[in-house]
């Protein structure tokens, strides 16, 4: 069988992942980017040049730029997996994420479509616990009710139904995957996780004094992207299209992932006080490493995220376990202990070569 996927947001976290795991599988591998003066590939430069892997300009914003590839590429699967996926940011800017994360998941549908290939391409929607929101029952599973609490949720709520309604309407084979949070060493550094990884890299190497959070208490269900990636294949490989929760069932507040950070960097943290006066203190020193900003805190915060992966794991066969909490964690630290460790090195090279050429020694 012919095997062509095309991924939208191929140069994120989750597209660099599955691009190297369809790859694996003898898929040709399609990526849609934006046309940028930036270069943000630096997932997927080390893919650039091989034969299965090929990148076409397109936008979510730009429904001919996603007919056009559809047209070009005539994929038998779709992993939208592009949208502007940062929680605090579609407070900021609303319309924005509105018409990336719900309307283009139409566009995306409209283009397979309208390229009369209903039948022959099956398409993955990237949705998240995000739609859950302000929860109503915990664990989450498929058929607990969705209350989403923020622009970002309001617009995937979009994308679910919209996916539900063209698989019912026009007999496609179109699936949503219920993302909860998964992390890797290719997160953004905006993103919490990330953040907190890098700080105590920073920390333990002297190039940061203290790391700033919002509620320490929020409860999230994380798990590893590369482990997640598979899930979205499987779900696409069965008889019948359905919606599916990706997730661990495992839950641990942000509390618990700054303690574990901290720990792989050798720093053991004591947590003192509550809510905004809680802080972070290492018990070695009695210095302050962590502290709560208001600044962090949310319009509407998402406080008890915790997934049941029981139907993708009897079904899809998937094993939500393979990379614990702990194991999880240690990757993301050791990568960035590293990242450091280089910064400081490059740095020092600049340091060193600029007092040369100012005292005469290279030119």
């Given amino acids: 069988m012919r095997k062509v996927a095309l991924i939208t947001g191929v140069t994120g976290q989750d597209g660099s992942y599955l691009s190297e795991f369809l790859l694996e599988k003898g898929y040709d591998v399609h990526g849609m980017i934006r046309r940028s003066s930036v270069d943000y590939r630096e997932r997927i430069a080390h893919l650039e040049g091989r034969p299965n892997f090929h990148l076409h300009y397109g936008d979510m914003g730009d429904s001919m730029s996603i007919l056009q590839v559809v047209s070009k590429v005539k994929p038998t699967e779709i992993y939208n997996l592009a949208a502007q996926s940062h929680v605090q940011v579609s407070f900021d800017s609303p319309e924005f994420t509105a018409d990336v994360d719900a309307t283009g998941v139409l566009r995306v549908l409209e283009a397979v479509r309208l390229c009369g290939l209903t039948q022959t391409c099956r398409i993955y929607q990237a949705s998240t616990s995000e739609l859950y929101g302000k929860v109503e029952q915990v664990p989450q599973n498929e058929q607990t009710p969705f209350h989403p609490y923020s622009p970002y949720a309001v617009a995937k709520l979009y994308g679910f139904w919209i996916v539900k309604e063209y698989r019912e309407a026009y007999g496609m084979y179109c699936c949503s995957g219920i993302l909860f949070n998964h992390e890797s060493e290719r997160r953004g550094e905006t993103f919490v996780t990330r953040k907190i990884t890098l700080a105590a890299a ?89 502290e709560v900003s208001p600044d962090f805190y949310r319009p509407t915060d998402v406080v008890n995220l915790w997934g049941d992966p029981t139907k993708a794991r009897e079904i899809l066969g998937w094993n939500p376990s393979r990379t614990s909490f702990e194991d999880l964690v240690a990757l993301m630290v050791d990568h960035d202990m590293a990242k450091v460790a280089a910064e400081g090195a490059a740095a020092k090279v600049r340091t060193n070569l600029a007092e040369y050429l100012e005292k005469g020694i290279v030119k």
């Fill in 202 to 290: 920073r920390i333990a190497q002297g190039k940061q004094d203290r790391l700033l959070l919002g509620n320490l208490s929020s409860l999230r269900d994380w798990g590893y992207a590369k482990d997640y990636v598979e899930c979205m294949w499987l779900i696409l490989q069965q008889d019948r299209p359905d919606d599916f929760v990706i997730a661990t069932g495992v839950q641990h507040s942000v509390r618990e992932f700054c303690y574990h950070a901290f720990r792989r960097v050798g720093i053991e943290l004591e947590f003192r006080g509550e809510g905004l006066d809680e802080q972070g203190i290492d018990k070695a020193t009695g210095r302050v490493l962590v």
